[in-house]
Each structure stands twice: as structure tokens, then as C-alpha cells.
């Protein structure tokens, strides 16, 4: 069958899957104990911390846009073994996340603390100043970690294109290390730390930030012989002149993409949050949990973009779709594993937090609704990358955050705002809405036009 890989495939998907899902896995698995352990200060704090990840979550995803933007053309150069180009791709990243960093440490100054309040909804004042107050603090403290942050998806993301996933792997777990030793140091002030709440949190994990990128550069200087592609990069911050053009015109329409699908899910969160401060706690419990087993797709969707983007700079376009049907059919598979786990748990997980027992029934319903629906998601999610490799960009932002902002939020709006049903059956549509958007994905991928040789 076309959707079964042999071996010599799955060995190839695992080599390049395993790393990127270690790494982004234990991230996501520590954010979560974050979560945890913010849970069990109080509702407001959790809902503080929530506001303050959905903003930085929007700069993240420009960076993610940035760098694989590049990287599209950064896989295809490597592919056919130009070093040089590959260089120039890097050299680019590494200037683009400064700048989009320097402009976003500029706007969270200077209009944080009028963004976090759009999203706290409470009818108490004191409830809802003191969730506006953590909020803005964790969100200051976490634009210490910005650039370092940045800098570290730019070397990775290259490191990655070269099939060299360890070395993030190892600078993610360190990062981890970091976070979570002094998470439990700082917010609950142990071994004689001040106990800082949410300022705790936000200052372990800036300093997770610098351990990341402290690691991903003293390996790059130590073991740069075995990085040819790599070495020399600094040499000079020169990239010529027509690759600009030619990574800007595939970098801008994914950053913009990026960016538009961020907001689309920022202002979706928005509009939970007019339901009140324990819909927002409840939300954020279960979207916690969902990007922790989500990661498993969100890696085989990069290993997946990697791979038939190699196919493509090689000019194998038989190999690209055939891996690309393989792809499909292993990810569906995983899809139904990982709907059964979060099913399971999603009575248990929110029994960890020191919140109301309505909030908490809440979350597990939400939970519950998510685990039916992520094989749906798997699939978007693999059918996006797949897509994306071959840089054709205006079919990408049609299929990614223009669906997002003519269907999802409009209908999410509408039912928050109009209608009485209550916010599980909301969610329930928000979450099938995505059917359609997996029959608008396959009529992209079926007819073949991203497969295309940059």
C-alpha cells in the first residue's frame, strides 16, 4: 500500500523524528509541570501565565515562520550539497530574529500591559487586577530570554535541515534542566530562594533561554569540523543580494502566515475569555496538555518537511510524493494512539490543579472533546508541512491562516457572542471545524502544484 513505508523509510523518518520529539517533547512535558506548579498557587495566577505564553506565543510562531521560511530553500541548498548557500540561508536567519525580536522586546514595553488586560475578563476588580498583575510580570521578565531564544531556533533549525538533530536535542534538555530546577526553586522558595510566584516562573524559564543557546554555541565552536555546512558563517553577515529576494519571497509569506494564524488563535483564546477567568483556566489546562501530545505531530511534520523538501532540492519528484503518502499514513496511525492516551487522562490531569471543582470539571470536558479530534489535526498538521516544503506560499496561507480568520474565528466569535450554548458544545464546533479544513488540504495535496524544485 502506498500509505506503508518499508524499513529503510521508517529508519529515515525515525533518525530525524526522535531528536526534534525529545526535545520539543520534554519542553512542552516541563511546561506543563509549570503549569502544575503555577496551578497550585491559584485560578488567577494560572490565568496570569496563560495570557502572558498566548502574546509570546504569537512572537514565537513569527520566528518559527522566519526560520522555516529560510529553511525551505536551507534544505533544498543542502540537498544538492551547496555549502555556501546554505551559509547565506543561516546568515539570514540569524538577522531576521534579531530584528523581529529588537521590534517585539519594543511593542511588549511599550503596550504589554494594555494587551494582557484585553484578555482578563472578571466581573471582581481584585480578582481581576491581581490576574492583570501576573500577567504583566511574567511577561516582562520573559523578554530577558527573547534573543537568546531566538538565536537558538535560528542554529537549530539549520542544524536540523543538515539532518543533525542531536545537538538541539541536547541544548533543549539542558534548557529544561534549567527551567524546571529553578521553577521549583523560585516559585515556591526552596533552598532558601524568596518564594516568587509567577515571577519564579518567568525568571527560570528566561534563564533556560541563555542555557539553550549557551549550549547550542560552545558545541557548534567545539565540533565545528563536523558541521561543514555551518562553519564560516560568521565569517561576514553578507548574503547576496538575489537570495535575499529570493528568501524573502519565501520567508514573508510564512512569517505572515505565522503570524496571522497566531492571532487567529489569540483572538479565538479572546474570545473564550468573555465567558469569564474560569474559561480561561480551563482553556489554558487543556490546551497545556494538547501541545504536550500535539508535539509528536509538530515533530513529524518538521521531520516530514525535511525529508520530502531533500526530495524536492534533489529534483526527485516521484520520492517526494511517495514519502509524502507514507508520511500520511504513519501520522494517522500515531493520530488514533495519542487521541486514545489524552482521552485517558483527561479525567485525571485536571485533579492536580488547586482550582474550583467546576473548573476543573470543565477542563476535563474540554480535554475530552480535544482527544476525539486529534487525529483530524494530525493530519492538517502533516498535510501542512508536506505542503510547505515545495515554498509554494500562497497555497499555504490559504490552507493555514486563511481558513483560520474566514472560518474559525468568525464562527467562534459568533457562538461566544450570540448564542447561549454553553462553552463545551462551543468548543466541541470549534474543534470538527477543522474537517474542513483537512478536505481543503487534500484537494491541495492531491493535485500535486507544491511539489517544486526551488
Known sequence: MKYIGDRKFYKRVLALLLPILVQTGITNFVSMLDNLMIGRTGTAQIAGVAVGNQLLFVLNLCVFGMVSGAGILGAQFFGRGDREGFRSILRFKLVAVVLLTAGATVLFLGAGEFLVSRFINEEDPEVRAAAVGFARTYLFINLIGLLPYSLSQAFASSLRETGKSVMPMAAGLCAVAVNLILNYVLIFGKLGAPKLGVAGAAIATAASRFAEFGVIAVSLLVRRRSH??????????????????????????????????????????????????????????????????????????????????????????????????????????????????????????????????????????????????????????????????????????IFDSGFTWVVLVPAVAILVRLTPLAVPLIYLIDRLLTLLKTVLGAVIFRRGRWMRQL
Open 228 to 397: 561543514p555546512f555551518i562553519m564560516g558563517t560568521l565569517r561576514t553577515l553578507r548574503v547576496p543580494l538575489g537570495l535575499v529576494k529570493q528568501i524573502l519571497t519565501k520567508s514573508l509569506p510564512l512569517v505572515f502566515n505565522e503570524t496571522m494564524w497566531a492571532l487567529g488563535m489569540t483572538v479565538v483564546a479572546r474570545q473564550y475569555s468573555l465567558r469569564g477567568l474560569d474559561v480561561v483556566t480551563a482553556y489554558n489546562i487543556d490546551m497545556t496538555v494538547f501541545n504536550l501530545f500535539f508535539v509528536t505531530f509538530a515533530s513529524l511534520g518538521s521531520a516530514g518537511g525535511i525529508i520530502v523538501g531533500q526530495r524536492l532540492g534533489a529534483g526527485d519528484m516521484d520520492g517526494a510524493k511517495t514519502d509524502s503518502y507514507r508520511l500520511m499514513g504513519l501520522t494517522l496511525a500515531l493520530g488514533v494512539l495519542v487521541s486514545g492516551a489524552f482521552a485517558a487522562l483527561s479525567g485525571a490531569i485536571p485533579k492536580l490543579y488547586n482550582i474550583e471543582p467546576e473548573v476543573r470539571a470543565l477542563a476535563a470536558r474540554l480535554m475530552l472533546i480535544c482527544a476525539l479530534t486529534i487525529p483530524i489535526e494530525a493530519i492538517v498538521n502533516e498535510l501542512y508541512f508536506i505542503i510547505r516544503s515545495g515554498g509554494q506560499m500562497s497555497v499555504t496561507i
